[in-house]
């Protein structure tokens, strides 16, 4: 497993950017896929984001497709999640995941995640 750290969460206007942070500890990040969840108050847990280990495959989840960008850098042991146009119902607590999964595979199912961050929280207003 790797061990991950969000950060750049916060309180951000409707229409407005964030750019979140998840820091990978562990000497296989490179071979890990990496995913981005989100979970609002009273509702399951969503997929956001996801990016293969190899290649940049990246598949996202259809309510931020367009507005969101998930992108990693293996030098820094560090995947982004860039958020543009923000709505208030992109408010919840966003985790990073990581899976050991075949090299281009994107997972998108939480199950398929056997590392995660403690979350960060966004906060949208409108």
């Known amino acids: 497993q790797v061990q991950l750290v969000e950060s750049g969460g916060g309180l951000v206007q409707a229409g407005g950017s964030l750019r979140l942070s998840c820091a990978a500890s562990?000497?296989?990040?490179?071979?890990?896929?990496m995913g981005w969840f989100r979970q609002a108050p009273g509702k399951e847990r969503e997929f956001v984001a996801g990016i293969s280990w190899i290649g940049g495959y990246t598949y996202y989840g259809d309510s931020v497709k367009g507005r969101f960008t998930i992108s990693r850098d293996n030098a820094k042991n560090t995947v982004y999640l860039q958020m543009n146009s923000l709505k208030p119902e992109d408010t919840a607590v966003y985790y990073c995941a990581g899976g050991l999964r075949p090299p281009t595979v994107v997972p998108v199912d939480l199950n398929e995640y056997d590392s995660w961050g403690q979350g960060t929280q966004v906060t949208v207003s409108s």
């Open positions: 562990g000497r296989t990040f490179t071979t890990y896929a």
